[in-house]
């Protein structure tokens, strides 16, 4: 899944689509459904969970996969994002995405990833995505798998949990990978790193991003109507 959906492989499917500048493309019935769940993630998160980041990647020098480093920064055309159902269309077997832009599956995709593993091992099991994770079942003591958020050990059962932070693909002078879609550029909003426990581990990614990008301000909020457990933390928090 990994290689047919990663944008570093010319050959994958996501970059197949990238490149057909506005053409309709083929594409399988797993990357429709990340679509799909992309198009709903822009709309539960109000435009903040936005796959049509791939322009502003390239830009702050995300061109390649992070262990290879970072490559020149260009930074002069960054813009705000466009709204996603603008740029992105689906259709049955196949999808387009808009001339000039791009899209990036990238967290949503390890979440989504994590929930169709576990249903794969069965009905005890714990599926880790790069951090993203679900857990099904009673774990190894029968009262749920232990799960460390924000410091401390959780017990999940049919659920999910997820991180998004600023904290650990950085590069240059406050160059990091996630990127606010009202700028187009590295996110500063007060919070550097969110966990989240919620109903699977698509949701997870998606309400943990969300809670990052609406800042200290907002996040308690959101994640009260939105999460099952949330910890977040801030430059000043410790």
């Avoid at 960054?78 to 689906?90: G, I, K, M, N, Y």
């Avoid at 005890?124 to 958020?149: H, K, S, Y």
Wanted: with cysteine; glycine share 16%; aromatic share 4%.
């Amino acid at each position: 899944m990994e290689t047919r959906l990663t944008r570093f492989s010319p050959g994958s499917e996501l970059s197949r689509l990238n490149r057909a500048g506005g053409e309709w493309v083929a594409v399988g019935p797993e990357t429709i459904e990340l679509i799909l769940h992309s198009l709903r993630a822009f709309e539960a998160s109000g435009g903040l969970v936005n796959v049509a980041v791939l322009p502003s990647m390239l830009a702050v020098g995300y061109t390649r996969s992070f262990q290879q480093g970072p490559t020149d920064v260009r930074l002069g055309g960054v813009a705000a994002l466009p709204p996603l159902p603008d740029v992105l269309e689906v259709g049955k077997g196949r999808a387009r995405v808009a001339s000039g832009a791009g899209i990036d599956l990238g967290g949503i995709a390890k979440g989504w990833m994590a929930d169709r593993l576990v249903k794969i091992l069965g009905p005890n099991a714990v599926a880790n995505i790069g951090g993203d994770l679900r857990a099904a079942g009673g774990g190894p003591g029968g009262d749920g798998w232990p799960v460390d958020v924000g410091g401390r050990t959780l017990l999940l059962r049919g659920q999910g949990a997820a991180t998004s932070s600023v904290r650990r693909r950085r590069w240059g002078a406050d160059l990091h990978h996630l990127i606010d879609p009202r700028s187009g550029l590295p996110a500063r909003t007060g919070l550097e790193e969110v966990s989240v426990v919620a109903s699977s581990g698509v949701d997870a990614e998606v309400t943990a991003k969300t809670a990052l990008l609406l800042g200290p301000g907002l996040a308690p909020a959101y994640c009260a109507g939105h999460a099952l457990a949330w910890w977040l933390d801030g430059p000043s928090d410790g």
